[in-house]
């Protein structure tokens, strides 16, 4: 090389760097991920003389690389061990290839599916903190060549810059989602628990107490009581299956529908037959809601009731200090098509009688060796308790539970339903 070349290439590199300097603080500013892969690529393309950019983010959770941005393309995901872009995130190293279809690692199937002619390129690691792969940027056909030494130090110089900067706005807009969705489970928390009773149902010659805690901000389980003529309640206990909004919805709705059904005049066996048969339309094939249906008659202190795969439901008898545990008496709501309910079951409450709704979150609340709560820690608080409230006594069974679980967290939602008959 002659001294006039020297003192010329070295201006072409002092050029390319002072673009990049400019380019990294227009970076600085604050853009969203997709505008700034759209700057990153531009601004490659500008300072390497190149026809075509595509920045490739990388996905760690599925392994994957996907283009976000690039001139004419629809998004694209491939593996990230696969072709020239995966070869480069997974050795992070740059390659020149200066003839793509004399390359076997070429992927000719982008170049049909865009209807572009690649020819050479430059595909460049983008590493941010941490040695942390953000993804990979690759540089198509350089106007009148092919790529060389000084392109390969000016894309790397480039890159580095831009992977620090994306890897930054990747991190906020993650945090921006993050709590956009603590902000959408909280509405959903208010809605969920806006539906729970505001107060416990009086009726005459019956104490009445009830709670829920979720396991996490929204749960699966539901609880309600719904006033019917003559002296009768409808007692709702159910847990859908899962945590989180999905099954908060799914007990929402089956309160909504019991709610309307009721207004519509259906009796037990209808309501029950109703809604679990658009449950099973609604609901995804893994998805149930374990229910009791039941109808306290308070003046022939009678319970009739259907228990869709919840159970066991409590019945202590006070004058012989005595339970039952009554099982599941038909499937859960959503589980299958209901061709023939079946009987209804029915449990007389005596002077100082409890029926307990009593979530398996209790039953099955764990200490740090895997013992459950069970039926014997339920009995324990009945036997203990039996002066109490039913809401005191349904304040001392969730208690009774933590306690045993001794510091280990609550694994399922937790719903508590105690009606006494008077002594």
Excluded at 213 to 229: E, H, I, N, R
């Amino acid at each position: 090389m002659t001294e006039s070349e020297a003192v010329s290439s070295a201006g072409v590199e002092t050029q390319a760097l002072r673009r990049i300097l400019e380019v990294t603080r227009k970076l600085a500013a604050p853009f969203d991920l997709d505008t700034m892969l759209s700057e990153v690529v531009d601004a490659a393309r500008n300072i390497l003389d190149a026809d075509r950019g595509t920045v490739f983010l990388y996905d760690d959770a599925a392994d994957e690389l996907v283009i976000r941005v690039g001139t004419d393309i629809e998004p694209i995901r491939i593996p990230a061990d696969k072709g020239i872009v995966g070869e480069c995130a997974q050795t992070r190293k740059l390659i020149n290839v200066p003839d793509c279809y004399a390359d076997a690692r070429f992927n000719r199937a982008i170049d049909r599916k865009t209807g572009y002619r690649s020819r050479c390129m430059l595909t460049i690691p983008l590493i941010g903190y941490e040695e942390s792969l953000v993804g990979v940027l690759q540089i198509l056909n350089k106007n009148g060549g092919v790529f060389d030494e000084k392109d390969e130090f000016v894309a790397s110089a480039l890159a580095a810059q831009a992977a620090v900067v994306l890897h930054r706005v990747k991190i906020t807009e993650a945090i921006i989602v993050s709590e956009k969705l603590d902000r959408e489970i909280t509405v959903a928390r208010d809605v969920q628990m806006g539906t729970l009773p505001d107060a416990m149902p009086e009726v005459a010659g019956y104490d009445i107490g009830g709670t829920f805690s979720p396991t996490d901000q929204t749960g699966g389980d539901l609880y309600d009581f719904v006033p019917l003529a003559d002296d009768k309640l409808f007692l709702l206990m159910g847990d859908a299956t899962g945590h989180g909004i999905g099954p908060a919805l799914s007990a929402t709705q089956v309160r909504a529908m019991l709610r309307v059904a009721l207004r519509l005049g259906a009796n037990l066996d209808d309501a029950f037959t109703h809604i679990n048969d658009q449950l099973v339309e609604d609901l995804p094939d893994d998805r149930f809601v374990t229910a009791f249906f039941g109808v306290l008659d308070a003046s022939e202190h009678k319970v009739r009731f259907h228990s869709g795969g919840q159970g066991p439901i409590m019945h202590f008898h006070a004058a012989s200090g005595s339970y039952d545990w009554h099982p599941a008496s038909t499937f859960p709501l959503g589980y299958m098509n209901q061709t023939n309910l079946g009987e209804s079951l029915d449990v007389v409450l005596e002077p100082g009688d409890i029926l307990g709704l009593i979530s398996d979150g209790i039953y099955e609340y764990e200490d740090s060796s895997g013992k459950h709560f069970g039926q014997e820690g339920v009995r324990r608080i009945v036997d203990r308790h039996a002066e109490l409230s039913m809401h005191e006594m349904v304040v001392e069974m969730m208690q009774a539970a933590r306690d045993h679980g001794g510091g280990v967290p609550q694994a399922d939602d937790i719903t508590v339903v105690l009606v006494r008959r008077d002594p």
